[in-house]
């Protein structure tokens, strides 16, 4: 798991997984786990065809409960006989209990045959009848052949269900498993783990547009070198990822390096400060608020050249002059109109409480959040975060050591409640 993906804040919550005939089955425990590690509890139904490919053992082995095989007990007519354990299938009001408790509903991998009954509300296998009864919107990922996923039908099936409010995860392109080339492979297993989580999630900042800055940057002095520092961007994306979870418009602006993100973020993808202050400036006064993780350089050096600068050309050393960068904190934050929210991050290696509180008042921030790096449980290149927070009109709050994403779910909820 990526370290800005590994959410753990979804204890108490349930989604339900339905598995389709498809060679892409094989990914689908893998969901389970995801999920399971996120704090959710995750029932699943495997349709016939699916239990071709994958045994339902393995659902139940990874936590997975209920698993659900058939509409009826025995997965026939007639039942099981007297002397057979109970299972799910044996509950006959097993087709409405997704719909009865689960907060969200996946189909991963989805067939062409089982988006055609959800199209036409046809009920007649256990996943079909339960995603029928489910009263919210479905995820739905499907996979298959490339000339499946073309055919008319299908797409006239794909565009009803989204018309009608569900959320269709896109397959990817490349080579299946048919040896074809085109679009029917399963999406990324991130983008399905991720929809499952935002179909989770309260979606208490859906309406809000937030930019969020992260990365480091990368200041050019000749040919092949540049100025620099260690972010690796996993806060900035975390944070990204748990606005969007939650339902915000998000506006990625991100430096080198940077993690993976969700096609449903804007990412903007730049080099050096200046760069970066353009984007997140060209968006800005659109925004409700801003998200300054970025570690962006304080200075530029000025180029050497487009070539190469040579050894043989230093013997005696040599010298390089910088310039300052623009303050993009500084110059959004004292720009934010009345409605928006500015949260800064300070890292420092001493001195961070003077730190924080000078940026809140020069940067004209609402809150800062800073750390001291050097650590192995915080600052750059660390899967976890230890870090101290200041808002306009309180106290400095410390934090525990947490993962990245559950410091960025904490930064979420505050912003959530302005």
């Not at 689908?28 to 699916?50: H, S």
């Not at 990822?241 to 969700?262: I, K, M, Q």
Request: glycine letters at 10%; a neutral charge.
């Amino acid at each position: 798991m990526d370290a800005h993906l590994a959410f753990t804040r979804f204890t108490g919550r349930r989604l339900h997984l339905g598995v389709c005939g498809s060679i892409a089955a094989y990914k689908a425990p893998d969901f389970v786990r995801m999920w399971r590690d996120a704090g959710l509890d995750v029932g699943v139904t495997l349709t016939d065809a699916a239990r071709r490919f994958i045994a339902p053992l393995t659902f139940a082995a990874l936590g997975a409960s209920p698993v659900f095989t058939s509409m009826f007990a025995g997965g026939q007519p007639g039942g099981e006989s007297a002397a057979s354990p109970p299972s799910p299938d044996d509950d006959v009001f097993g087709h409405l209990m997704p719909g009865q408790s689960a907060h969200a509903f996946v189909i991963a991998p989805a067939s062409a045959s089982t988006m055609a009954r959800l199209a036409h509300g046809l009920a007649d296998d256990m996943l079909s009848a339960q995603a029928l009864a489910f009263p919210g919107s479905l995820v739905i990922a499907p996979a298959m052949n490339p000339k499946m996923w073309a055919n008319t039908a299908t797409q006239e099936n794909v565009a009803t269900l989204r018309r009608r409010g569900h959320v269709v995860v896109e397959p990817g392109c490349g080579r299946t498993a048919c040896m074809e080339e085109g679009q029917g492979r399963l999406a990324d297993p991130r983008d399905v783990y991720l929809h499952g989580l935002r179909a989770a999630s309260a979606q208490d900042m859906q309406g809000r547009r937030v930019l969020v800055t992260l990365g480091p940057t990368r200041e050019q002095w000749d040919g092949v070198r540049y100025w620099t520092n260690p972010s690796s961007g996993t806060m900035g994306a975390a944070v990204a990822v748990a606005l969007w979870l939650r339902g915000a418009e998000v506006h990625a602006v991100c430096g080198p390096g940077t993690p993976w993100l969700p096609m449903g973020i804007a990412r903007h993808d730049v080099t050096g400060a200046r760069q970066m202050f353009d984007a997140a400036d060209a968006v800005w006064d659109a925004m409700d608020a801003g998200v300054f993780t970025a570690a962006v350089a304080d200075f530029s050096p000025v180029p050497l050249g487009a070539e190469k600068f040579k050894k043989a050309d230093a013997r005696d050393g040599f010298s390089v002059a910088f310039t300052p960068n623009p303050d993009i904190l500084a110059t959004l934050g004292n720009r934010k109109r009345d409605g928006q929210t500015v949260v800064g991050f300070a890292a420092e290696t001493s001195g961070l409480a003077e730190s924080m509180a000078r940026k809140l008042a020069a940067k004209n921030a609402d809150m800062i959040v800073g750390n001291l790096v050097g650590g192995a449980d915080a600052g750059f290149g660390s899967a976890t975060n230890r870090v101290t927070v200041l808002a306009k009109g309180g106290e400095p709050e410390e934090w525990p050591v947490l993962p990245k994403p559950d410091v960025a779910w904490r930064i979420v909820d505050w912003l959530a409640r302005r």
